[in-house]
Nanobody, 125 residues
């Protein structure tokens, strides 16, 4: 299992930017696809972005494409989510996740086995 700790969440005005970080420890981070999901109050958890083990392949939800960028640093065992042009509908708890079976990006929550505790992102109108 990979242990994951997210940071970087907070309150931001609409149109602003935030960068989330996810520090990983434990089993081989560098051989795992990584992802970000989010869950807003009263809604199901939804896929946001995923990145392959080498960082060269990425996958995004249509709702964030062009505004969010996922990246990773395998030397620092960290994955990032740069969020720009934030909207009030981006308000949610954001979760970092790691796959134990996938090397390439995936949008399916069932492909990911390790999850962080989540970090709150609140976008004010």
């Amino acid at each position: 299992q990979v242990q994951l700790v997210e940071s970087g969440g907070g309150l931001v005005q609409a149109g602003g930017s935030l960068r989330l970080s996810c520090a990983a420890s434990g089993r081989s981070f560098s051989s795992s696809a990584m992802g970000w999901f989010r869950q807003a109050p009263g809604k199901e958890r939804e896929f946001i972005a995923s990145i392959g083990w080498r960082g060269g392949s990425t996958l995004y939800a249509d709702s964030v494409k062009g505004r969010f960028t996922i990246s990773r640093d395998n030397y620092k065992n960290t994955v990032y989510l740069q969020m720009s042009s934030l909207k009030s509908e981006d308000t949610a708890v954001y979760y970092c996740t790691a796959s134990s079976v996938k090397l390439m990006p995936s949008s399916r929550a069932s492909d990911f086995s390790s999850w962080g505790q989540g970090t709150q992102v609140t976008v004010s109108p």
